[in-house]
């Protein structure tokens, strides 16, 4: 298996619509530091905590900013094939062009249509020829931080033809399993499949995983809200709505007690729940490592790893993989 873990160190401007500024050169010039510094930090932090969770790291981490000429290349030939148009230095990809084609909808199956009259009317200054254009590279001000040499002067890529340069690079045209958040699928993913079939005519993944949103007592996490935190804070507990913290086993205990495309609600009772739930279910690791092996028993255990596999090869179901394993715990308690 190789498993790619794109960062996506450019282009995230905080407008939905290909306008505002970058993120990253942002809060580098509110910080007085480099925007690599400040890519660097979250990149380091996400690895520690990464760690904590004792994930496996992927087999490769490439960059956007690594990758500038993988994306101008892809760029180039979406242009040469007919589905993208520069104006004035930016490129955008022609969705209009793109749909008579293909299915620009059909990672999430919504109506082109609907879309077009639930998306607001080009002003007078936008340049795009359809409201649903994005782009694909933007011109850089002579004040921006972050940007690079192109076919259509200085600019910075625009994040959807970030993923697409990367996977396409190490995983090929057509690759098995692409992942995200379901908040990714309308335009982000949307977008990264239109952006791969009109360069190579193929769409890029086979299989889409998308994990559902954050809850917190049952109301949907959000810095608005002020009921968001970050792992560490769930570890250490130093967040007003948590009563203590919860080792990092724990906390990716919980998490798997409910499938990825499913709501995840964090309370402290369901967290405290998933601390004694996996407590038991170590203590039961420690006694087997105990028990004298008997010459003969009444348990299948080649049908209870065989339940296990097949409750990950059900699009990952986490939740029935527990219930094997505490009918596990069972027998070795009994």
């Not at 967290?271 to 003969?296: I, Y």
Request: one cysteine or more; hydrophobic letters at 40%; glycine letters at 8%.
């Amino acid at each position: 298996v190789r498993y790619v873990r794109n960062i996506t160190d450019a282009g995230h401007l905080e407008g939905d619509r290909d306008e505002g500024d970058d993120k990253f050169a942002k809060r580098a010039k509110l910080e007085q530091l480099e925007p690599m510094e400040i890519v660097q930090k979250y990149t380091l932090g996400f690895h520690d905590v990464m760690r904590m969770f004792n994930t496996l790291p992927p087999s490769i981490e490439p960059t956007a900013t690594g990758h500038i000429i993988e994306q101008i290349e892809m760029i180039k030939i979406i242009i040469e094939n007919g589905y993208a148009y520069e104006i004035g230095g930016n490129v955008y990809f022609d969705v209009e062009k793109y749909s008579k084609e293909y299915n620009y909808t059909i990672l999430t199956n919504r109506n082109l249509e609907d879309m077009l009259n639930n998306t607001r009317e080009l002003g007078g200054q936008d340049e795009k020829h359809g409201r649903l254009d994005f782009a694909l590279w933007i011109k850089a001000k002579p004040e921006t931080l972050m940007q690079w040499q192109s076919p259509w002067g200085m600019g910075f890529p625009g994040w959807h033809i970030e993923c697409s340069a990367m996977s396409a690079k190490y995983l090929g045209a057509e690759f098995d399993i692409h992942g995200g958040g379901m908040d990714l699928a309308a335009t982000h993913h949307t977008n990264e499949i239109a952006q791969s079939e009109a360069c190579s005519h193929h769409q890029p993944a086979r299989f889409w995983m998308h994990t559902n949103m954050l809850t917190v007592n049952g109301t949907r996490m959000s810095k608005s809200a002020g009921n968001g935190f970050l792992p560490l804070q769930l570890f250490t507990g130093e967040h007003p709505l948590l009563k203590k913290g919860y080792s990092p086993m724990t906390v990716k205990f919980f998490m798997m007690q409910a499938h990825y495309r499913s709501t995840l609600d964090f309370s402290n009772d369901a967290l405290d729940a998933s601390e004694k739930g996996f407590k038991r279910l170590m203590a039961a690791v420690n006694l087997l490592e105990k028990l004298t092996v008997s010459e003969q028993n009444d348990f299948d255990i080649d049908a209870l790893k065989a339940n296990c596999i097949n409750a990950m090869n059900d699009d990952f179901n986490s939740p029935v993989l527990i219930a094997e394993l505490f009918e596990a715990v069972r027998i070795i308690n009994t």
